[in-house]
């Protein structure tokens, strides 16, 4: 019997998770799982349990919510043989989408009883943690916008882009990586991402993986906005890489260079950084269920 715990989110997304503990206890293999479930009360909560849970020695704790909520699990459990499951019940749900975990609620469940462990990198911003991406920029302005809005999912999501494209003003970023590769650029946004998509199966980063042991850093040239469908449809065809306005560079640290204090996100939510920030990858520092391959 593998121990294995659920932290649920009860106000991430659109749903209502009362009934959720019964639905884990009905579909979880109970010969093979010894389910322990709980209810988060306060931002920090999940990350707080997750690491009591990893200290018992749990063979795995699953993270039931948004992105958000599992940054809090991953905090709390990186560095530790304790292994990150994903039952994902928020918005854009990111990092589940691009490990392939079933948005349906009761086959992401069924998924664990068929499940294996892989090592899986996370990403740092400072000190910082995030498993999917950060950066700052448009996206880091719409991330804002979507933090301070009682309009959840992708309607919220493009009424957030549509008001703000016109009126946004680009900045001009620098970075240098541990490679000696060097950018200077007024840029739409820069994104670092260690997996490839935001969410809602738009892919900033293609080709991105939580398994080579690198960041992609994806610049968009502030000049991108006079082609803006073309940038939308590359986005969610997973061929953005391939626009000319975007350069994509890869690199296991790097220090990026700021006009200001601008917006920044982690993972999709609004943080406060300094003006320059050390962005690094850590090689293998999670383990996370997946599909098991057979």
């Not at 209502?16 to 389910?35: A, S």
């Not at 993986?209 to 065809?237: H, R, W, Y």
Request: aromatic share 10%.
């Amino acid at each position: 019997m593998k121990n294995i715990a659920f932290i649920i989110n009860p106000i991430s997304g659109t749903q209502n998770k009362k009934k959720l503990p019964k639905l884990i206890m009905d579909t979880l293999d109970r010969e093979r799982f010894l389910p322990n479930i709980e209810f988060t009360e306060y931002p920090g909560h999940a990350r707080e349990l997750a690491q009591q849970y990893a200290k018992m020695g749990f063979w795995a704790v699953v993270a039931v919510g948004g992105d958000g909520t599992l940054n809090e699990v991953a905090c709390g459990l990186r560095d530790t043989q304790t292994a990150l499951g994903i039952i994902p019940m928020g918005s854009g749900n990111g990092f589940a989408r691009h490990i392939g975990v079933p948005l349906r609620t009761q086959r992401a469940i069924e998924m664990i009883n068929h499940s294996e462990v892989i090592q899986a990198d996370y990403g740092l911003a400072d000190d910082k943690l995030f498993v999917s991406t950060c950066g700052t920029g448009f996206d880091a302005l719409i991330a804002y916008r979507f933090a301070t809005t009682d309009v959840r999912g992708f309607q919220g999501y493009f009424k957030n882009v549509v008001k703000d494209l016109i009126t946004y003003h680009p900045e001009t970023y620098r970075i240098r990586t541990d490679q000696g590769v060097e950018i200077e650029q007024k840029a739409f946004l820069v994104t670092f991402a260690n997996a490839g998509q935001w969410g809602y199966q738009a892919y900033i980063a293609p080709k991105a993986s939580i398994q080579d042991g690198k960041m992609d850093i994806c610049m968009l040239s502030s000049k991108a906005i006079i082609e803006a469908p073309i940038v939308a449809v590359n986005l969610f065809t997973k061929t953005l890489d391939k626009n000319y306005f975007m350069d994509t560079v890869q690199a296991r640290d790097i220090m990026l260079y700021r006009e200001k204090t601008s917006p920044f996100h982690i993972d999709g939510d609004p943080v406060d950084m300094p003006k320059d920030i050390r962005i690094r990858i850590v090689e293998d520092g999670l383990r996370v269920l997946v599909a098991k391959r057979f």
